[in-house]
Structures are given as C-alpha cells and as structure tokens.
C-alpha cells in the first residue's frame, strides 16, 4: 500500500486543521492505519490509530480529546481532525498502515514493525 498524506499548514494556537490520508490500492480496509508525528529534534511518536472498521480508536494522552481520527474505506482515507492546536503540536506527521492491530501500533513503531508509511506533512502552531 502507498500512502499519501496532506492538510498540513500554519495555525495559530487554538485553531484546527484536518490531515487527510490517502492510500492506493484496493486493500486499504485490510490496514489498521494510525498518524504519528515528528518534531524538531525528537523521536516519531505514536499519536492515534483506528482499526479496520473504524469502531474501535486509540490516542496518545497529549492529544486526547483533541484529535479525532477516522476513516473512510469507500474513499480509501483515514482523517486526524485537530483541534485546539498547541505550539508543543508542531510536528512533520506521518500516516502509517499495518496488517497488526491497531492499539499495537504505538509498540509497532518503537519495535519499527509497520508495514507502511506516507511521506510526511508539516503542522506549524504559531503562539
């Protein structure tokens, strides 16, 4: 699966942004899919993943309550809907597939086991 990230920008603090994630292919509903992120200096961290169906949804504890993540298997997208963005939000963020389950997926990039990653967009929350 190939995977294709956008949405990213310039925000100020407190507004939102919607990551939108596309992947080729007619297996997409096959793929737990999750977004993590990078930021200046630091290490790729687990930010949210969903399952399969969409029915089940896990989320670092920075960000719960204030990213929604979804998807959309007729269109073959996964969603990180963003609100109340802070400057500690600013990040490049990575959309991820894999074949395991979803609430492994934050172990799956420490482990460096998942199957698939997009090519990045950059979220810049100004203060």
């Known amino acids: 699966v190939q995977l294709q990230a956008s949405g990213g920008g310039l925000v100020q603090a407190g507004g939102s942004l919607r990551l939108s994630c596309v992947a080729s292919g007619r297996t997409f509903s096959s793929y737990v899919m999750g977004w993590f992120r990078q930021a200046p200096g630091k290490e790729r961290e687990f930010v949210a993943s969903?399952?399969?169906?969409?029915?089940?949804?896990y989320y670092a504890d920075s960000v719960k309550g204030r990213f929604t993540i979804s998807r959309d298997n007729a269109k073959n997208t996964v969603y990180l809907q963003m609100n109340s963005l802070k400057p500690e939000d600013t990040a490049v963020y990575y959309c991820?597939?894999?074949?395991?389950?979803?609430?492994?997926?934050?172990?799956?990039?420490?482990?460096?086991?998942?199957?698939?990653w997009g090519q990045g967009t950059l979220v810049t929350v100004s203060s």
């Open positions: 991820a597939a894999d074949g395991g389950s979803a609430q492994a997926m934050e172990r799956s990039l420490r482990d460096n086991t998942l199957d698939a």
């Open positions: 969903i399952s399969r169906s969409g029915s089940s949804t």
